[in-house]
């Protein structure tokens, strides 16, 4: 009996001696830690880096920290980090452990430092750190769901975080195509002249929830010759309900293309293929098509859609030189699916539609809708995508940055690889989505 009360006071003296530190470090969480989460509701953009003194001095670091600069590079220790924040003016500021400090004086620095738990924020000016300082002083909610994940990501080396303003900075005009996508946060990892990327995003902050799982391929599918962009999805729905729920674009579409709630609810629901292809010659750098797969049902439906078009086209100086039937148009039991091809006054076709034959027996013609010349013949069936209930993003944004068609805003790193993969899973009604990719470097020339 005494034996087994030994036991059993080891054993509790043991559980006690584990349990409390993890208690400790659940209720007072690692200062380095709770200092990103204080700076986190102030950030736009944010990149965390590892450790690397044998690399060439970065320029913020001069910037930002006058002559210690070389001095502190040279004994880093542990992940450093770069943000901008919410005041768009105030520069990117710089992130170091406050233990970097130590034997440095901080009135040394062009601007001093703003202690943040256990992290040194060093900023542009005085106003900006003030604005800061300022900043910091409200109390903000601890991170929870996707933000507290994020952070966790952001405590290791090679990872970016962003929020809607920053992926506004960074898109440019295309940002609101990726509402889905408006903050959330990727790791990276270099595997040779191959950059993967894997993450989380959602469609605001504070969103709970599990991920959905995406798929990639370990060899990625090269875009064809000629194609710039492919953006696939199982509906339009998650492509553009960023602009639907924009009056500056219902009221036009409404009053301009008399196109109503049914038709518009009648474009969310079909899945697509978006691609975008380069024109060596002619008016146009490049030619937009957008190939989607009515069902029989609502073939009906679309043929109003497209013939409510004409008038307003005409209005605006378009011409068409008749509906046709063309021979080569998917032949149906009441006829054969009309096809329109619009000119400007030059004479250059600038866009239209046509039906695509069944690519299989049994299968149903494909709408496509095309702005420039419109392809040349006959399109293959689109390969189905990995993710089948996400978005699947194929580009080459060396040549999209060529033709000055990718956002400048971007890392030179991603406007020179030679392609760019990313799989977004997760429905329509998934909160959030997993994110995978790949970036394939462009070849030292």
């Not at 009053?255 to 474009?267: D, K, P, T």
């Not at 190939?291 to 439906?301: F, G, V, Y």
């Not at 409510?308 to 699916?337: C, T």
Request: proline share 9%.
């Amino acid at each position: 009996m005494k034996g087994r009360l030994q036991l059993l006071n080891t054993a509790a003296a043991s559980a006690v001696l584990v349990l409390l530190p993890a208690l400790g470090l659940w209720l007072w969480p690692r200062p380095q830690a709770q200092g990103l989460a204080r700076l986190l509701p102030q950030v736009q953009l944010l990149q965390s880096f590892g450790p690397s003194a044998s690399r060439p001095l970065p320029a913020l670091w001069r910037q930002r920290l006058g002559a210690d600069a070389q001095f502190l590079w040279s004994r880093q220790q542990g992940t450093w980090w770069q943000f901008w924040g919410a005041h768009g003016d105030a520069g990117a500021y710089l992130v170091l452990p406050a233990l970097s400090f130590s034997g440095i004086a901080s009135k040394r620095l062009p601007v001093p430092a703003l202690m943040v738990d256990n992290l040194a924020v060093v900023a542009a000016d005085p106003l900006s750190r003030q604005w800061l300082a300022e900043r910091l002083q409200a109390v903000t909610r601890p991170q929870r769901g996707l933000d507290q994940r994020c952070l966790l990501q952001l405590q290791q080396p090679q990872a970016v975080y962003w929020t809607g303003a920053g992926l506004g900075e960074l898109a440019g005009p295309v940002a609101p195509l990726l509402q889905r996508l408006q903050q959330g946060c990727l790791r990276l990892q270099l595997r040779g002249l191959s950059l993967d990327l894997a993450g989380e995003a959602a469609a605001g902050a504070g969103v709970l929830g599990a991920t959905a799982p995406a798929q990639l391929t370990r060899n990625p599918r090269p875009l064809p010759p000629g194609t710039l962009l492919e953006l696939q999805g199982p509906s339009l729905e998650v492509l553009l309900q960023g602009l639907l729920t924009r009056q500056l674009v219902r009221e036009p579409l409404a009053s301009r293309y008399g196109i109503n709630e049914a038709q518009i609810a009648l474009l969310r629901r079909l899945p697509f293929l978006l691609r975008l292809r380069e024109l060596p010659q002619g008016p146009f750098q490049a030619g937009l098509e957008l190939e989607l797969a009515p069902a029989a049902r609502d073939r009906t439906a679309w043929g109003r859609l497209l013939a409510g078009l004409r008038q307003p086209l005409q209005q605006q100086g378009l011409q068409e030189p008749a509906p046709r039937l063309q021979s080569s148009a998917p032949q149906l039991s009441s006829g054969v699916l009309p096809s329109a091809s619009w000119s400007d006054a030059r004479g250059a076709v600038v866009g239209g539609w046509r039906w695509l034959a069944p690519a299989t027996p049994g299968a149903e013609p494909r709408l496509l809708l095309f702005l420039g010349p419109g392809p040349l013949g006959q399109l293959a069936a689109p390969a189905r995508a990995q993710a089948s209930d996400g978005l699947h993003l194929r580009a080459r944004p060396v040549d999209l940055d060529r033709l000055g068609l990718w956002p400048q805003a971007f890392p030179q790193l991603v406007r020179r690889a030679d392609q760019l993969e990313l799989v977004a899973g997760g429905g329509a009604r998934s909160p959030i989505s997993q994110l995978l990719g790949r970036l394939e470097l462009s070849r030292p020339r």
